[in-house]
Each structure stands twice: as C-alpha cells, then as structure tokens.
C-alpha cells in the first residue's frame, strides 16, 4: 500500500483526493489546519485518513512526511520550499501544483542526489498549458518546422448562464489571489518588440479575444500573465518572434479592477480600527473626501462620467453604500475581498468554466501553418467545479505515475517531457478534459 500524504483540504483538494482514493493501493492521508475541511473531503473512507496540521509547525510537518512515500502539497505557495526540503531528506516525492520559485529550484541537486522527484507546475495554468502546448511544438519539430509565434490565453470563468454579476466574474478560487494578480507586472514579446508592463498598467495592455463556447462566440478581454519570456527556454522555441502568456476575463472586468487598484482598494497596508465605518465612509477616505458628494468626487477623482460602466460596477458592489465594513480591522483588500466573496461567489448548481486556447505559427522549409488548441471545460452542477478538476486531477494523475515508477526523473522537474505530459493527458482526456485542434496550411 503507497501511502500519500495531501497537505491542504482547500477548493482543488476534493477533485484530487477522490482520483487518489479511487487507486485501489493507496492509502490517503489529508492534513488541514481545519480538520472537519480534511474530514469533508475523506468521509468515512477505508483508507483514508484526516489529519488536523498547523502547518507553522515544522516538527509536525516532517513527522507526517517522514511517514508518507510521497506528499502533495496544495498549500500556499511560500509553504512548497519547506515541504520540500522535509522530503528530499526522507527522501520522499513531492508534487505540486505552483510555480516553480528560486527557493524550490535551489534544492534540484540535493533532490537528484537523494533520487526524489519534486513534481511541479502540473495543474491547469501552470499545468495543463505546459502540456498542451509542448505536445504540438514537438509535434511541429518533429516534421522539421519551427514555431514562429505563440500565443497562450487561459481564463477560469463562470460559465455563459451563470455570468449574472456585471464583472463577469465569480469566484472558484481565492479572491485574493485572484486580486493580487492583478497588480502583477507582465513581460512578453510582440514580433520581436520587448515589452515590460509595470503593474499599475496592466490593464491598459488588454485585447479582444474571440472563442466558440457551446456554439457562440463570445468576446473575452485578455491581458498579459507575468512574464513570458523565460517560456521561450522551456518550450525548446528561442527562435520565435512571439510569446506571450495572457489571461482571459469578461468585458468589464478591466475597466473596474484598474480603477478599483487607482482608489487603493488593493491596498495591503493593515489598517488597524475600521470599527463603525460604512463603505461610502472608508471609499471617501481613500480618495481624501469628506462623502457628502461621493460620487461626483469619486467621477472626478477616476475621470469617469458618474453614469459610466465602471461607476455602477462600484455602485453595484456596494463601495459607494452605508452599510458597515465585514472587518473591524485589516488592509483595504481584506474588506474588498470578503465584499466580493459575498456578492460574486457562485450559487448552489451553478457552473463555472476553464478556457484555454493556444495560437501557434509555425513554419516548414516549404510552407507556412497555423495551429489553434482550444479547451471549454465546465463544472459539474453541484458537483466539481471546473477548476478543482483541472487543478487537481492532472497532479493527481502525476502522483499516480511516479508511486508505478513511470516518471523516474529526479530533482525539480516540470511536465513539458512526452514522458510525462503525454499519459497524463491521455488520462484527462478519458475523464472529458480534452482539447480541439485546428491546423490549417497559411498562405
């Protein structure tokens, strides 16, 4: 029996442990900081357990790794570094869903010399993305073309149905994150043009972006996801003269998060007593005014008609109201994302939806194509969401292969081999994940 240690029972952890339980020689181990979000997830499973973990505690944490053949690791990302260097020296793999940062990439000798795989990056987005695209570039390589351009866009959404708030957006995922990544710079190449976007002008760099979804299509905003450009070195395409990662959202959603970071609502500064103020009253004082005009000072202060799009999208959610902040302290996000969790949170049923779409150029000696790889992937009413199953189930599948010894590829590695991407996308395409391709011959 491989034992499997799951630290974290957040909203991708239910997907992905019931893929593990269902392996008939695993046992299962989930450890939350809240043990009844852990024992949710296990139920009353032959074998699975629930553990309550204060991850803080590293005795704790080592004592539980040490006791696993390999450890997932769905907790914040600041967490992966020490969850790793625990199970390089029990000599136990890791995978995980994250970026891979300078402190994870650092212990890649050890983790070789200690024959552990540190598994990462094998989610959706990073994930999924990786996998998709490099299964065509190899594709193309492999005939003797080249990839010219590439152009990725990935977006977790609700679906058309369940798009009922004007933002265009609710949340299956943390909404602080998700407002964080807001304020990220972003870096790409545009037809040989570096381009660096400073945080604060994220929006301004946006396009429109067509997909097909369930025989419509419909027009998506996309914006620049961080930096692009060391992708280049990975997918094996230095040559190219594009690349660029983006991210997609509905209309309306960059228009008011710019002009929600231009108030200072994504401010993290922790603000000590808030008790008693209302949200006009806290808006007003973001903008240095006493609340008697909010509105028409707040049209002024943004340079926005007080009837334009964005100021009903303050209006509506409730940033121009009386009633009293949810915090009696905290920084200006903290009060916005609970406002948000409260009003754009999806309802009992309702779907939420994963897109991703590649746009390849590629170029032969004799001719010239272009290649389109698209993903529409939806909830399950009152079951998984889209982003738990396309987060969770591919690194799931990956712990799969490494405890059958089919990924032996020590030290910190990410999923862009045909030995690793190739059956774990095999798989989620048998569990309905899957993409379509269009390759058509460019004149």
């Known amino acids: 029996m491989k034992k499997v240690l799951v630290l974290g029972a957040g909203r991708v952890a239910g997907a ?36 309550q973990l204060d991850s803080d505690d590293e005795a704790a944490l080592e004592r539980l790794i040490s006791q696993a053949d390999l450890a997932v690791s769905l907790l914040p990302y600041a967490y992966h570094p020490v969850v790793a260097k625990y199970c390089v020296k029990h000599r136990v793999h890791m995978v995980t869903t994250s970026y891979v940062k300078e402190t994870m990439a650092a212990l890649d000798r050890d983790a070789r010399a200690a024959g552990v795989i540190l598994l ?228 009992p049923g309702e779907r939420d939806m994963l897109l991703m779409q590649h746009q390849f150029q590629a170029a032969y000696p004799d001719r010239q194509e272009k290649i389109v790889s698209t993903l529409v992937d939806f909830g399950i009413p009152h079951g998984d969401s889209s982003m738990a199953r396309t987060v969770g189930l591919p690194a799931a599948i990956g712990v799969k292969m490494i405890l059958a010894g089919k990924i032996d590829l020590p030290g910190v590695q990410i999923p862009v081999v045909p030995a690793i991407y190739e059956p774990v996308l095999a798989e989620l395409e048998a569990l309905g994940i899957h993409f379509s391709e269009v390759w058509e011959s460019v004149i």
């Open 16 to 51: 992905h442990v019931r893929y593990l339980l269902n392996q008939p020689d695993f046992h299962v181990t989930v450890a939350s900081r809240t043990l009844s979000k852990a024992q949710d997830i296990v139920q009353d499973h032959p074998r699975g357990a629930a553990r």
């Open 120 to 347: 990462n990056e094998i989610g959706v987005d990073p994930g999924i993305d990786h996998m998709t695209a490099m299964r065509v570039i190899h594709q193309v390589q492999a005939v003797g073309g080249e990839i010219t351009s590439f152009t990725s866009w990935c977006g977790g959404l609700p679906a058309p149905e369940a798009n009922t708030n004007p933002l265009g957006y609710k949340f299956s995922w943390s909404p602080r994150g998700v407002l964080l990544a807001s304020k990220n710079s972003a870096h790409y190449l545009r037809e040989r043009q570096d381009v660096t976007v400073p945080g604060p002008e994220l929006f301004n760099h946006r396009w429109t972006v067509p997909i097909g979804v369930e025989g419509q299509v419909i027009a998506f905003e996309g914006y620049p996801n961080r930096d692009s450009l060391p992708y280049m070195q990975t997918y094996g395409i230095t040559t190219a003269r594009s690349m660029f990662r983006g991210t997609l959202r509905n209309v309306g959603w960059c228009d008011t998060l710019s002009k929600l970071i231009e108030l200072g609502w994504l401010d993290e500064t922790p603000r000590p007593d808030l008790t008693g103020l209302t949200f006009a009253q806290f808006t007003a004082r973001l903008i240095g005014g006493a609340g008697k005009r909010l509105q028409t000072d707040l049209a002024g202060r943004l340079r926005i008609a007080e009837d334009s799009p964005v100021m009903r999208n303050l209006i509506w959610l409730g940033l121009l109201s009386d009633n009293s902040l949810p915090l009696p302290r905290g920084a200006a996000i903290d009060i916005l994302t609970a406002r948000m969790l409260a009003t754009m949170s999806y309802a």
